[in-house]
């Protein structure tokens, strides 16, 4: 099979491909290096090609896909930020007002435990 055959890839994984590319020429990368950084991302994500005889079972990582926000920086958090300053504070109590209620049920089922 010489190189850039993509015979052994499945229809779902030149369709991946395909949308993948789309995204980095909407981004403004050239139609070739598009295409490579796509392959690439479908190969990292799913082990290369899996029709039969190339490999099957081997469980996909969807590691690219998960990846998101901006490159660097610190990923998410664009709703949080944009509640008001009173909803987090409340939010932030409740949660430790459950982390506090929980730490002394947990220390109590302790303290049982070691009696017995």
Request: net charge positive; hydrophobic share 20%.
């Amino acid at each position: 099979m010489p190189r850039g055959d993509k015979s052994s890839y499945t229809d779902k994984q030149k369709r991946m491909a395909e949308h993948i590319e789309e995204g980095y020429e909407e981004r403004g990368t050239p139609k070739q290096e598009a295409e490579r950084r796509a392959w690439a991302t479908v190969n990292k994500e799913t082990g290369g090609g899996n029709k039969s005889g190339s490999g099957r079972g081997v469980p996909d990582t969807n590691v690219s896909a998960k990846k998101g926000g901006r490159i660097g920086g610190p990923r998410g958090g664009k709703a949080s930020a944009s509640r008001p300053a009173a909803a987090r504070s409340r939010s932030a109590k409740k949660a430790a007002a459950t982390r506090k209620r929980h730490a002394t049920k947990r220390s109590a089922a302790r303290k049982t435990a070691r009696k017995r």
